[in-house]
T-cell receptor, first 109, second 111 residues
């Protein structure tokens, strides 16, 4: 089945810094999402982005489907950005989502 | 307000007991999903359903069962055959082929 790898596994930033999180996947996909899991376990939908670029405030994401990767950019990070960031993909022709192992982000005040 | 409701928030199970986790959505989504998350890990798909009265196994379906009798409801039963049921269980729904939205989860523990 499709493999999903996220990097880096852990990231510590000072408040105000920028960061880039990466998601690599091993096969063609028809769905890709980025999520933020907060310390209470809630999963917040950040982007649905099987291809192209989207922006929402300080966050943006780019998926290059032909090269099988997606990037999540966080600018001017805040302590509330702390948590775990997951990407999830569904291979072409299915709606069976596979999650990556996540990037654990800690933003220091 | 539209959303996904999971209940209970915390659940305790005795050895040899079946328990059922509830997931209800009022978003009019066709697809619903159940995931399991172990501490420090990602989410793994247990079952998913794209339409009423139909569902498919995910990667870790053994020891679990589901039903989809109504569009808005997708309950998950953790059976006694699941030997390590302690985990965080998350339910999601989506329009088929579109973004998933999650409930707040149920934490299941063994007494």
């Amino acid at each position: 089945g499709i493999q999903v790898e996220q990097s880096p596994p852990d990231l510590i930033l000072q408040e105000g810094a920028n960061s880039t999180l990466r998601c690599n996947f091993s096969d063609s996909v028809n769905n890709l999402q980025w999520f933020h899991q907060n310390p209470w376990g809630q999963l917040i939908n950040l982007f649905y982005i099987p291809s192209g670029t989207k922006q929402n405030g300080r966050l943006s994401a780019t998926t290059v489907a032909t090269e099988r990767y997606s990037l999540l950019y966080i600018s001017s990070s805040q302590t509330t950005d702390s948590g775990v960031y997951f990407c999830a993909v569904a291979a072409s022709g299915t709606y069976k989502y596979i999650f990556g192992t996540g990037t654990r982000l800690k933003v220091l005040a | 307000d539209g959303g996904i409701t999971q209940s209970p928030k915390y659940l305790f199970r005795k050895e040899g007991q079946n328990v059922t986790l509830s997931c209800e959505q009022n978003l009019n989504h066709d697809a619903m999903y159940w995931y399991r998350q172990d501490p420090g890990q990602g989410l793994r798909l247990i079952y998913y359903s794209q339409i009423v009265n139909d569902f498919q196994k995910g990667d870790i379906a053994e020891g679990y069962s589901v039903s989809r009798e109504k569009k808005e409801s997708f309950p998950l039963t953790v059976t006694s055959a699941q030997k390590n049921p302690t985990a965080f269980y998350l339910c999601a729904s989506s329009i088929v082929g579109n973004s998933q939205h999650f409930g707040d989860g149920t934490r299941l523990s063994i007494l």
